[in-house]
């Protein structure tokens, strides 16, 4: 039964059962008070008998609906009754009634004189009421009342994945649980916290603090079981995730798992590239080039000095070119403390596969970032891909060789391996395809959402969905609803979603952003970018964080203490593998 | 149900039931006692048409006996902590003015029942008499069942009482210049008594402020009947004197003594947090959880219910045209500005009630339980006492005063009863925080459960009846 429709009938029932014990405790006190001959001061004796009747039904369905049902608490029972009776008396004797004689309630001591009676006899009824509904209760429901527990199992659902898609999912499943669907969420995920990625960059510049830009999976979903490990496999036939040996039964299986780098099999890349996918990708990162700039700034070899300044990066998407403008930010931010270093010899490279860059914006706005990083002097080889790396260089297409230390890898993503692994349809790399409900094509209950999965747009004849954050986030609220709907008995609903918009980042009080058509550049789109993506931050603490971060960064130098050890550094010639490329 | 857990049911209520009978012979003689000295034992004896007392007493104690038994069945599956079974006592004590001398006795002795006001004042003795026997009984019970949870408070915890009893006077005497024509030292002594006893009674276990901030506003009432209306004029004439014309000069004192019970018991716990706070070094027994966590969508919460009851209280407002004179607290005279300070001050208690009783409504009733007892303390303290000291005029602490505000009662119960719904809603929407997941958490919602709300329907109960009792208590 559906969540609702089980609450408004446990509901009903309640009031029910409660009117039917109120008019019964009504009968009684009105029979004293009809001995007593109290009716004949609110009217003649038939009307009055109708009108405290009534209010005794609806006092008594109203102590069934509020008071929840507690085994032993007699006590509890009656006094909470006699506490909706005096209230109903309020309500009844003291504002309803003069208003059905045609004068204003005026609720003075005088006015309540002379209802007074009523009210003893309120509180008798209320009383009455509680303990008889106790009774009955305790002889109808022994153990459970209304608020406890279903009795029928409840239907498991397993999350694998705490990322957008996955924390969205079971955020909504918890909003679901209130309404009263019977289910038991656990989320899976091999990392313990939501990553916000879209200020990963930042962290990579030291602008910000890596913890600040991250919320704990426990405390985004506080309700949902969590479980932090890798998954091994799912037997799909047996309906069951295999983590540790461990077999975690699911009805209903969300993957949402996300992505990670895809180098194509390039000789070298995997091994000697950086990569700008977690919290350790973009700490390593920024401590690597601290750590050479704290070499050059000894160095006195030309060649070597060269090689160490100039950072390449490959993939002109948002990543790419946040990356790069904030590599650009981070080592001119700091340089001032390295007198060893003229501002003239850091190069920056940007190699990307397309003629333009930021192919998701529309062309001018490409254009204009293109022109904005220019003009600070970071180089581009557009048209061009990176064919070869290796330790001390990267080699292109073109058959160019640029000697470099530093080389981000951002130029393209797939889904996890683990993702093939699952029975059903994959596309071409390796993502699951579904229907537009989410529900894996060849699998049964088995649904996916975000990054790893290709979800057809109705809207776009049914291209996939962009991989962004803000369809990852709808997605996972999207496929929440639809298994609540499933296990209701419901068809799911198609997923339909118009991008609202996409911002990018390009450094120093400079952005580009296209909204709804409307499209925002320099400081207008950079103070966009801020206030929304502050604003999408999971929770208030880090937000508070995140912004005193900012704050701190208009009147303190960014920091350059270095946290790890990178041995690329240590010795001319990295070992392979060392540098953190790898994954 | 297997039957050795019936069997141990029933001998458990049964147990019950003996304690409460025991308990009730020690309230029945302190109860008859009281009736004695007010020579209103030929009225029990009334029933047995004679007007011999000694018959009144037999029948009395008879009564005392059964009534005390059937106290013992009602709470003797109450989980409460032993100070609080007074509550429940004191609510027990006054349904039973409201059943007994109102109700059965005229019954039995062939009289209408005395349901109106006029009967209700002549039964008025009997009133603080069953009061006193609920209080009595319930100390009893306890003292006799001694499988139940008592706290010894330290020296360092009554230290801490009367420093919140002297506090809170202090502030009641500073700030609003007079306890009601009571002496300066009568207001330090009842200060450091009520504050010496508030721990006593109810032990020094760390809670959230509202449910204390309630249960002190109970506590207050309590001092009131034992210092305002028992020692005072027995200390000053030698008799007890709880007549209808004592009670109503007494009731001048009930607003100051619900403020000083209130107000120790807030006072009491903040001291008690400030020293775990300062020298508490065992991060265990910290089971506070951060204000910014969830604090400031509780606190939106909090100012949205208030404005909602804020909509229904402006209904009493216009009708009775107090609107002219909240807008007096701004300088003003318009009811437009009297609604917008109002909806201003709704939000103000809603973000307080908010503060105070976040995650304290079990269900709905335990929501409107906590708003309504919340919306009677804010009569005391706002309608009676803040708002004529802010607009230039002394406190309503008279029986005028407070029959004046009765109207302003019932606006404020029907407030806070939605303020209280409200709110309860909203968390039960976004935040369900009972929702367990795993065996320990649901133990430690069950534990907190318990504590909150082991007295709270008495609590709930006692403050309605005991404001609904007003026009008993001030009626000329």
């Not at chain 2, 966590?293 to 949205?304: D, I, M, N, Q, S």
Request: proline fraction near 5%; glycine fraction near 12%; charged fraction near 15%.
């Amino acid at each position: 039964m559906a969540g609702r429709e089980r609450i408004v009938e446990v509901a009903t029932s309640n009031a029910l059962w409660g009117a039917v014990t109120g008019l019964v405790a009504g009968s009684l006190v009105g029979a004293l008070m009809q001995f007593q001959g109290m009716f004949g001061d609110i009217g003649s004796v038939a009307p009055s008998w109708a009108v405290f009747l009534g209010s005794a039904t609806a006092i008594g369905g109203a102590i069934g609906v509020i008071t929840d049902h507690r085994p032993h608490e007699l006590a509890a029972a009656v006094s909470g009754g006699a506490l909706v009776g005096l209230l109903g008396w309020l309500v009844i004797a003291l504002t309803l009634n003069p208003l059905l004689h045609g004068t204003p309630p005026t609720w003075t001591v005088a006015a309540a004189a002379t209802v007074y009676r009523t009210l003893i006899g309120a509180v008798l009824h209320g009383a009455l009421t509680g303990a008889a509904l106790h009774g009955l209760w305790s002889v109808r429901r022994p153990r459970c009342g209304s608020g406890a527990a279903p009795v029928a199992p409840l239907t498991r659902v397993v999350i694998v994945g705490g990322g957008f898609a996955g924390v969205s999912a079971a955020q909504r499943f918890e909003r679901l649980v209130l309404r009263g669907v019977t289910i038991d969420v656990t989320v899976i995920s091999d990392s313990n916290f939501l990553l916000f990625t879209p200020m990963l960059a930042e962290v990579a510049s030291s602008a910000l603090e890596p913890a600040h830009i991250s919320a704990p999976v426990r405390s985004a979903v506080t309700h949902t079981r969590f479980r932090h490990g890798a998954v091994d496999d799912i037997d799909t036939t047996g309906r069951a995730v295999v983590m540790s040996g461990e077999r975690v039964p699911y009805d209903h299986l969300v993957i949402a798992v996300g992505s990670v780098p895809s180098f194509f099999d390039l000789p070298g890349v995997e091994e000697n590239s950086f990569t700008m996918k977690d919290l350790a990708d973009a700490t390593r990162l920024r401590d690597h080039v601290i750590e050479l700039l704290e070499r050059c700034d000894q160095l006195t070899d030309p060649h070597e000095r060269e090689r160490l300044l100039t950072f390449v990066v490959a993939g002109g998407g948002f990543a790419g070119a946040e990356t790069v403008a904030e590599l650009f930010d981070l080592v001119h931010g700091v340089l001032h403390l390295y007198p060893g270093i003229t501002a003239d010899e850091p190069r920056f490279v940007l190699v990307h596969s397309r003629d333009r860059i930021l192919p998701e914006l529309s062309p001018q706005l490409g254009a204009y970032a293109l022109e904005r990083l220019r003009a600070r002097g970071i180089g581009f080889r557009l048209g061009i891909r990176v064919a070869e790396a290796s330790r001390d260089a990267v080699r292109l297409s073109d058959g160019a060789r640029i000697s470099t230390a530093t080389f981000v890898w951002t130029a393209g993503t797939r889904p996890s391996a683990f993702v093939a692994r699952i029975a059903g349809e994959h596309t071409r790399n390796g993502a699951l395809v579904t229907d537009a409900t989410f529900r894996v094509t060849g699998l049964d209950r088995v649904w996916a959402v975000g990054d790893c999965a290709r979800v057809p747009d109705l809207d776009q004849g049914g291209a996939p969905f962009p991989p962004t954050a803000q369809h990852a986030l709808r997605q996972g609220r999207a496929v929440a609803d639809n298994i609540a709907a499933i296990i209701a008995g419901r068809p799911p609903v198609a997923f339909r979603f118009r991008t609202i918009g996409v911002l990018v980042a390009l450094g120093h009080r400079t952005a580009a952003a296209e909204i709804r058509g409307h499209r925002f550049s320099g400081l207008a789109a950079w103070l966009l970018w801020r206030g929304i993506y502050l604003a999408k931050l999971p929770g208030t603490e880090k937000r508070v964080r995140v912004l005193l971060d900012w704050l701190l960064d208009l009147v303190f130098p960014r920091d350059v203490v270095v946290t790890t050890k990178s041995r690329a550094v240590a010795s001319p010639a990295p070992e392979p593998g060392a540098n953190g490329g790898h994954r | 149900m297997t039957v050795t857990a019936a069997s141990f049911r029933s001998s458990a209520i049964g147990r019950g039931a003996a304690a409460g009978a025991v308990a009730g012979i020690v309230g029945g003689l302190v109860f008859g006692a009281a009736m004695a000295a007010g020579g209103t034992l030929p009225t029990v004896a009334s029933i047995l048409r004679t007007d011999a007392p000694w018959v009144g007493f037999t029948l009395h104690m008879v009564f005392a006996v059964l009534i005390g038994a059937g106290f013992g069945l009602l709470v003797a599956h109450q989980r409460v902590r032993a100070g609080e079974t007074v509550i429940w006592g004191l609510v027990y004590g006054m349904f039973w003015w409201f059943l007994g001398p109102l109700t059965l006795l005229p019954l039995l002795a062939g009289r209408p029942v005395a349901w109106d006001l006029v009967d209700a004042r002549a039964v008025l003795p009997s009133l603080f008499g069953h009061l006193l026997y609920g209080g009595v009984t319930a100390v009893v019970f306890v003292m006799v069942r001694r499988d139940r949870l008592r706290m010894r408070p330290r020296p360092a915890t009554g230290f801490r009482g009367a420093l919140a009893g002297v506090a809170v006077s202090a502030v009641l005497y500073l700030g609003l210049d007079v306890m009601a024509g009571a002496a300066l030292g009568w207001l330090f002594l009842v200060g450091t008594i009520a504050g010496l006893g508030y721990p006593l009674l109810f032990g020094a276990a760390r809670e959230r402020s509202g449910p204390a901030l309630i249960r002190g506003t109970a506590y207050g009432f309590l001092c009131w009947i034992a210092a305002a209306l028992t020692v005072a004029p027995l200390l000053r004439t030698g008799t007890l004197d709880w007549s209808t014309g004592a009670v109503t000069a007494a009731v001048a004192q009930l607003p100051p003594y619900i403020l000083l019970g209130a107000g120790t018991a807030l006072v009491f716990g903040a001291l008690g947090g400030l020293r775990g706070w300062l020298f508490g070094d065992d991060v265990r027994a910290r089971r506070v959880e951060s204000p910014g966590g969830r604090g400031l969508r509780a606190t939106g919460y909090g100012a949205l219910a208030g404005v909602v009851g804020g909509l229904v209280f402006t209904v009493v407002m216009v009708l009775v045209n107090e609107l002219p004179t909240v807008a007096g607290l701004v300088g003003a005279r318009s009811p437009v500005v009297g609604l917008i300070v109002h909806l201003v001050i709704a939000q103000l208690i809603g973000v307080s009630y908010a503060v105070l009783f976040r995650r304290r409504s079990f269900d709905l009733a335990s929501g409107i339980g906590w708003g309504v007892s919340y919306g009677f303390l804010w009569w005391v303290l706002g309608d009676l006492t803040l708002l004529p000291v802010l607009t230039g005029a002394p406190p309503q602490w008279s029986a005028a005063g407070i029959a004046a505000g009765f109207p302003s009662l019932v606006g404020h119960l029907g407030y806070g009863a939605v303020l209280g719904a409200v709110y309860y809603r909203l968390e039960a929407r976004t935040n369900p925080w009972w929702f367990r997941r795993s065996t320990a958490e649901a133990e430690r919602v069950a534990a907190q459960h318990d504590q909150t709300l082991g007295s709270a329907p008495a609590l709930w109960a006692l403050i309605v009846m005991l404001a609904l009792t007003i026009p008993v208590l001030v009626s000329p």
